[in-house]
């Protein structure tokens, strides 16, 4: 006999003393509670640093201390007094350091020195900075041809470094630049291009305090942006609906205690978010989306059949929009058979949901990773796209799209020229400004450089921070990648595991922080900015003492590479170093949006970049918004699964103790996991079945027939609220199941939200292996 399932215990709200009391742990467990919390007091003022925990929008910026257990975590993980020293390297050897998980790697705290591989004794070895610049350049000079080289880069680099990065980048010769955005919103950023003519959100805060109804897709903000939460619950207070899709119930989306509202903290109250709470299957959001707009256009022949005005935004759609017609005709196409089969909702909920957004003046819609890393993501984001169009959705206060990154300045890289595909306007800008000539080729995304690194065509991977080993797909085939490289860089702040595959010529380069003091020569502080969500554009200035003397800015780090490499003559890196104020002003140059930098910067909220699809001027190829007419998917991963015996679509997302492949803690508390990660969320029902024929821990096998085999080992089946015959866990550990082979179209994006497996019993999978 098995146990009877129960789901686990959880907290019961999101937030609250659980927060609380989780924060303490980390600041002490950081051994820094004094400059954590010193630091911590500064995250997101006007004269203090941007958190680098998510890119959640900053209010009043300055007025109230907003509290984030998450952005706790980032800063006091940032603010440690832990140190991996040279001496830490003369004890481990690389191959020793692969067995480490990725949690013990960067437990062991901050990188202080330039480390350059020694494959003779198989260690790190400390060497000065000259020394790495001029192996560096030497190294990249000598490749045959610039487009040999990858250039990455995560979010986190500010607008000012990572300008100066694709600057280098080009100078050299390539336009290689895959991106963490290639693994994350790539897909929004191309839907709403299409859509709107601009990839970016409509949206501002201040939307949040007047939308009647906010439709949050595929996101688990009580984790990853728990800022965002304070916005749903004010709404829901006011009485805005939250309509909810998530195929998982998640505790932050139903009930969340404000850990800055004393009485509440007191009486140990919390509050309903979620009105709604849709659970569709997984890649199910585009059929869910067409039932409603289905839904909606039903309501609208009967409104106008009996005399009654239109509920669609029938001014807007005539003066602003182009492709109603046919996407009606899609709409009418799809029957409802196959939008209850694929997205596992019923006709009756959907046209509940359509019921709300015809009576609500506005609505906005939000979404993340749920909806972008599938197959279908780019249609499923202008899916939601035509359901805010119908009723004139975008444009004004209260109402609009809004994608919510996930680094807190991947949005402005992109912004900044780090496009692995840069529009003509900007490479001729740049020309102009620089006198050199940029190329034209377009480059690699990951998967691309991913590629050319395994058959050979690449040979050089530089990392601006990031964790590119274990951030991609097929964790195996890719270390071999880099492992296979003439020369790998990585610049960073901890030691990581994309570092324990150096290429023949390997260096890891500590950076500062961003709650760093960074103090150039002259002994001048500098500030660098950043771009949130909401496309507002402010300062960040660190104030802890550097971790290590030997610390560069990853400004000061590119400067020097590229000094190294295409030497000083055209460009002055080291005076832009210097001041970056410099940079600033060739941004301005450069980068529309972007006039009065240097002033605008220094106001209290920074400056907003002007989006233009936000003022209902969409640049689109037909100057208008643009509708979607595409069919839905054959057939999700899901539906393939339901199929067939004892096979699962998977999902892989983020516990509440890590920062991507950064693990801050064992724990994932709204989901009552403590202690461990290697879990697998599934179905009560399906719990029992997989129990009773395989036991308590299991493997998980790859399903991709692709001719690579993939096995993730030792899980513990974990019963909870979702679907039927889908399956979740935690990344990075599961990335060894991600296929290189599925993407998304046109996004090339992992399928990280749809991976099809199939559950086998410890020995079996081990003696297959
Ligand atoms: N503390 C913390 N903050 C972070 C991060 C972090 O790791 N830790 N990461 C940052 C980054 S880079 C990013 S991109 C964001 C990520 O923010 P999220 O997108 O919230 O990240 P995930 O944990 O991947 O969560 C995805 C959510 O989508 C749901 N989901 C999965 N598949 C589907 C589907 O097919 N349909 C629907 N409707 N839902 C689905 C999952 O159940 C889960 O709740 O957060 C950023 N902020
Ligand atoms: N299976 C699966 N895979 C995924 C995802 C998923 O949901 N499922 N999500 C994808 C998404 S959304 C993203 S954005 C990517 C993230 O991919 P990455 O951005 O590559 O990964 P991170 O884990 O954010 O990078 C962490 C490392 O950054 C370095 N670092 C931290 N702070 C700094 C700094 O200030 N400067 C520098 N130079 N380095 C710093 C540290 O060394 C740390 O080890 O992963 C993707 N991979
Ligand atoms: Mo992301």
């Not at 709404?235 to 932050?252: L, S, T, Y």
């Not at 139903?254 to 997984?282: C, K, W």
């Not at 692995?420 to 000539?437: I, Q, S, T, V």
């Not at 065509?457 to 991609?472: D, H, M, S, V």
Request: glycine share 10%; aromatic share 8%; with cysteine.
């Amino acid at each position: 006999m098995t146990d009877p399932v129960s789901t686990p215990k959880r907290s019961s709200a999101a937030g609250g003393w659980g927060a609380l009391k989780s924060c303490g742990k980390h600041l002490l467990g950081s051994r820094s509670p004094l400059s954590g919390a010193r630091a911590l007091l500064k995250a997101n003022q006007p004269d203090g640093f941007d958190c680098p925990g998510c890119a959640w929008g900053d209010p009043e910026h300055g007025s109230s201390f907003e509290f984030c257990e998450n952005g706790v975590k980032a800063v006091s993980w940032e603010a440690t007094d832990k140190r991996t020293p040279p001496k830490f390297f003369a004890r481990h050897t690389v191959s020793e350091l692969r067995g480490w998980s990725d949690y013990a790697l960067e437990g062991e705290g901050r990188l202080t020195h330039p480390m350059r591989y020694d494959a003779a004794s198989d260690r790190y070895v400390a060497v000065s900075w000259d020394t790495a610049f001029a192996e560096i350049g030497a190294t990249l000079r000598g490749l045959d041809h610039p487009d040999q080289a990858e250039f990455y880069t995560s979010g986190r680099a500010s607008n000012e470094a990572a300008y100066l990065y694709q600057l280098f980048a080009r100078a050299y010769g390539t336009n290689n630049f895959p991106d963490c955005s290639n693994m994350c919103h790539e897909a929004s950023g191309i839907g709403l291009a299409h859509a709107i003519g601009v990839g970016k959100g409509t949206v501002l805060l201040e939307d949040f305090e007047k939308a009647d109804a906010i439709f949050v897709v595929g996101q688990n903000p009580g984790t990853n942006h728990p800022r965002m939460l304070a916005d749903l619950r004010k709404a829901a207070e006011r009485g805005a609906k939250v309509v909810v899709f998530n195929p998982v119930r998640e505790r932050g989306l139903e009930r969340f205690a404000d850990p800055q509202n004393t009485v509440e903290m007191l009486r140990g109250a919390s509050r309903p978010i979620a009105s709604h709470y849709l659970q569709p299957r997984l890649g199910g959001d585009m059929a869910a989306f067409r039932g409603i707009a289905k839904a909606v256009f039903a309501a609208d022949d009967a409104a106008l059949a009996a005399g009654r005005p239109s509920v669609l935004d029938r001014a807007f759609l005539a003066s602003h929009t182009e492709g109603l017609a046919a996407y009606r005709a899609a709409a009418d196409a799809t029957g409802w058979d196959a939008i209850e089969d694929q997205s596992g909702l019923s006709r009756a909920i959907l046209e509940e949901v359509a019921e709300i957004y015809i009576t609500s003046s506005k609505s906005i819609a939000t979404w993340a990773m749920g909806v972008t890393q599938h197959r279908h993501s780019v249609a499923t984001v202008r899916e939601i796209a035509n359901l805010m169009f119908l009723r004139g959705n975008i444009g004004r206060p209260g109402a609009g799209l809004c994608p919510v990154r996930g680094h807190s300045n991947v949005q402005g890289d992109r912004t900044v020229g780090i496009n692995e595909k840069p529009p003509a306007a900007f490479l001729d800008a740049l020309e102009r400004e620089f006198g050199f000539a940029a190329p034209r080729r377009h480059g690699h995304n990951v998967l691309a450089a991913i590629g050319a690194m395994l058959d050979g065509t690449a040979k050089a991977f530089i990392g601006l921070g990031g964790n590119f080993a274990r951030a991609t797909p097929d964790t195996a085939l890719v270390a071999k990648a880099l492992a296979s490289c003439e020369l790998t860089v990585h610049i960073a702040t901890k030691l990581n595991h994309s570092h324990l595959v150096p290429g023949r010529v390997g260096y890891v380069l500590p950076c500062l922080g961003r709650t760093e003091i960074d103090r150039n020569a002259a002994g001048k502080t500098q500030i660098v900015t950043v771009e949130d969500s909401m496309s507002m554009v402010h300062g960040s200035g660190g104030i802890n003492k550097p971790a290590s003397k030997e610390l560069r800015s990853e400004i000061a780090i590119i400067a020097g590479m590229a000094a190294a490499t295409v030497g000083s003559d055209r460009i002055d890196w080291a005076a832009m170093a210097e001041d970056y104020d410099r940079i600033r002003d060739r941004i301005e140059r450069t980068v529309p949006g972007f006039a009065g930098y240097n002033v605008r910067v220094r106001r209290p909220r920074g400056f907003m970049l002007r989006n233009l699809a936000a003022e209902r001027v969409f640049e689109t190829a037909t100057g208008r918004a643009n509708f979607s007419a595409d069919a839905l998917p054959a057939a999700t991963e899901h539906q393939v699964a339901a199929g067939a015996d004892n096979t699962f679509v998977l999902q892989t997302f983020r516990s509440h103790d890590q920062y991507n492949t950064t693990i801050y803690g064992l724990d994932d508390r709204y989901r009552g996991v403590y202690g461990e990660r290697r879990v697998i969320f599934c179905h009560p029902d399906d719990l029992v079945t997989l129990r009773q024929s395989f036991g308590e821990r299991v493997d998980v096998v790859g399903l991709h027939a692709d001719g690579t085999s993939r096995i993730a080992e030792d899980f513990r089946l974990v019963p909870f609220d979702m679907p039927r015959g889908s399956l979740a866990g935690y990344y990075p550990e599961l990335n060894v199941l991600v296929p290189l082979s599925t993407f998304g179209a046109e996004s090339d994006t992992p399928t990280s939200k749809s991976v099809l497996v199939t559950v086998c019993p410890r020995t079996v999978a081990a003696a297959a292996a």
